[in-house]
């Protein structure tokens, strides 16, 4: 069994996938970019990175390989383990890891991890279907170039002999302002046209990008079993687990204890596997629950663990 397939799967919805022992596999959004002077358009997409600090066990990858491939937690855990230890043994012999849809894991001239991430693969699910794409380059005329050839058309001439003509200055002022106000004329007209013409190109693919969504299926190298979701009243999908039990008089007595330590305990439905966990309590955001869990880790249980719905 590999695992790249499970991790690939969890990171389309979550940020962080660790592997105990190993190190954390981190997603962060990056808004749309405009790159280079073509106006290169880019997608809002995840990037991915590796923090080898992070080796604490979540439990969220091996809860998810134990309900995917119908095995129990603890095999789960035993065959992330085997696939850390021989990513492990790899880096160590100056090997480079190769993690199928996320990226490469070599060993630098310090001895220390370096990760590259795959570009191929964009793990922001609402950006399914959006490429990067070229704009064509608009071109602006300068408004010197176009009053200089005005003024060639209509050349302003001054003599001597005219000096003390009045009435022909005026003449040559009302021309110039003519000109001057057929300039900024042109180049309004001008502009508006061009907006009007960014307009359209924006429409048209704002409207193909509308229709690849529409006509786009969403696959993933092991398509999860369809879920039925019922919506709640608050979702808390951030469960600290105490332990979880086969037997029902095991599971309440361990709710009960922990209720008179003054927890919000509660029992979870019992899973794939056929155990009950036992929660201390539950979150509705990712953030409380790890802070909750450091703190009942350093307290009460150095076991407890964080199960993810």
């Known amino acids: 069994m590999t695992i790249e397939k499970h991790i690939s799967a969890l990171l389309y919805r979550f940020q962080c996938v660790t592997l105990p022992g190993f190190g954390a596999f981190i997603s962060e959004i990056q808004s749309a970019k405009v790159a280079g002077s073509a106006s290169t358009f880019n997608p809002p997409k995840k990037i991915i990175t590796f923090n080898p600090n992070v080796k604490n066990n979540d439990g969220l990858l091996a809860n998810h390989i134990a309900l995917q491939e119908n095995i129990s937690f603890e095999k789960a855990t035993e065959v992330i383990a085997l696939e850390v230890s021989k990513w492990i043994a790899s880096l160590e ?3 480079k890891v190769v993690i199928k849809n996320i990226g490469e894991i070599s060993t630098n001239t310090d001895l220390n991890w370096v990760f590259e991430p795959c570009e191929d693969v ?3 699910t609402s ?7 070229v704009s064509p380059l608009v071109t602006r005329e300068e408004l010197k170039a176009q009053v200089e050839e005005l003024e060639e058309k209509a050349p302003i001439i001054f003599t001597t002999e005219r000096k003390n003509n009045y009435g022909f200055l005026k003449y040559a ?3 110039v302002l003519f000109l001057g106000v057929g300039a900024i004329g042109y180049k309004m007209y001008h502009d508006q046209q061009i907006a009007n013409q960014t307009l359209f190109v924006e429409k048209q693919v704002q409207e193909k990008v509308n229709h690849k969504i529409q006509e786009a299926t969403f696959f993933i190298s092991n398509p999860l079993n369809s879920v039925e979701l019922t919506v709640k009243e ?6 600290i687990i105490a332990g979880a039990y086969r037997n ?12 008179e330590r003054g927890f919000t305990a509660r029992l979870l439905e019992k899973n794939k596997s056929g155990l009950i966990p036992v929660a201390y309590d539950s979150y509705s955001s990712l953030d409380e629950a790890q802070l909750a869990k450091q703190k009942i880790q350093q307290e009460h249980n150095t076991e407890a663990w964080l199960l993810i719905d």
Not at 234 to 239: A, Q
Not at 248 to 259: D, H, I
């Open 93 to 95: 012999q100056r090997e």
């Open 122 to 124: 964009n793990y922001l």
């Open 127 to 133: 950006s399914f279907g959006l490429t990067g794409f």
């Open 173 to 175: 002022a009302s021309i």
């Open 234 to 239: 608050e979702l808390k999908p951030y469960h």
């Open 248 to 259: 029902e008089e095991n599971a309440q007595a361990a709710l009960n204890n922990l209720k």
